[in-house]
């Protein structure tokens, strides 16, 4: 998801990870280039960029909690370098 609204990025966020999939949120702000390079890493089976392509996404109107070891999220940070690396975190680890 690289969505700048921030309402928009809540919902569409809740709706990924309540309908068991994973949602990696990549900044809105970031050169075309270095989300390109961020997309070929995640192999993303969809990419959302506003709340209407996460409608289109829609599948079970069901929302589950999934298990403690299932990943849920991937973020990116820079830590000590100015490339974007990817973290994951579980249900279990929140």
Known sequence: MSI????????TFTAAVSSGRC???LDPEWPSL???E???R???DVV???LKDSERQRGSQDLEDGLA???????????????????????GSW
């Open 34 to 36: 270095r989300r390109e």
């Open 23 to 25: 949602a990696a949120a």
């Open 38 to 40: 961020a997309l070929g």
């Open 42 to 44: 995640l192999k993303a």
């Open 69 to 91: 070891s299932k990943v849920f999220y991937l973020g990116f940070t820079s830590g000590s370098s100015s490339e974007p690396k990817i973290f994951m975190r579980d249900r």
């Open 4 to 11: 700048s609204d921030p309402v928009d990025f809540a919902i």
């Open 48 to 50: 959302l960029l506003s």
